[in-house]
C-alpha cells in the first residue's frame, strides 16, 4: 500500500523552529515531486513549498520565504520541512502530497497530515 506520512508537528512558542518529515512506504520517492500544504483552521489550503523529484529545484510560498526550508534524502526515502522563526499564522495542518510528474507538484498522492501549533 502507497502511503505518505507526516511527522514532526506539536507545539511551538513564536520565534521557534520545528522539523517536519515526510515519510513514504510502499513506493519509492525518487521518481515524484514532493510539495508541502497547509491548511489553517477555517482557512484554505496553502501551498507551502516544492521540491522537484532530484531536489534541483525548490519553490515556496511567499509568507514563508526565508523561514522555511524544504529538503529531500531519497536514500532515506523522506522530505523535509525545515520551519524556523515560527508564528503564529504558521499554525495549520500540514500535508505533503507526492506528484508523479517529478518536475511539478501535484497531488497524486496525499499524507494526513501533522498538526503544527505557533502560541504562547
Known amino acids: 500500500q502507497m502511503q505518505l506520512v507526516e511527522s514532526g508537528g506539536g507545539l511551538v512558542q513564536p520565534g521557534g523552529s520545528l522539523r517536519l518529515s515526510c515519510a513514504a512506504s510502499?513506493?519509492?520517492?525518487?521518481?515524484?515531486?514532493i510539495g508541502w500544504i497547509r491548511q489553517a483552521p477555517g482557512k484554505g489550503r496553502e501551498g507551502v513549498s516544492c521540491?522537484?523529484?532530484?531536489?534541483?529545484?525548490?519553490n515556496y510560498a511567499d509568507s514563508v520565504k526565508g523561514r522555511f526550508t524544504v529538503s529531500r534524502d531519497n536514500a532515506k526515502n523522506t522530505v523535509y520541512l525545515q520551519m524556523n522563526s515560527l508564528k503564529p499564522e504558521d499554525t495549520a495542518v500540514y500535508y505533503c502530497?507526492?506528484?508523479?510528474?517529478?518536475?511539478?507538484?501535484?497531488?497524486?498522492?496525499r499524507g494526513k497530515g501533522t498538526l503544527v501549533t505557533v502560541s504562547s
Open positions: 510502499g513506493f519509492t520517492l525518487d521518481n515524484y515531486a
Open positions: 521540491i522537484t523529484n532530484r531536489g534541483t529545484s525548490t
Open positions: 502530497a507526492a506528484g508523479r510528474n517529478g518536475r511539478v507538484c501535484t497531488e497524486d498522492y
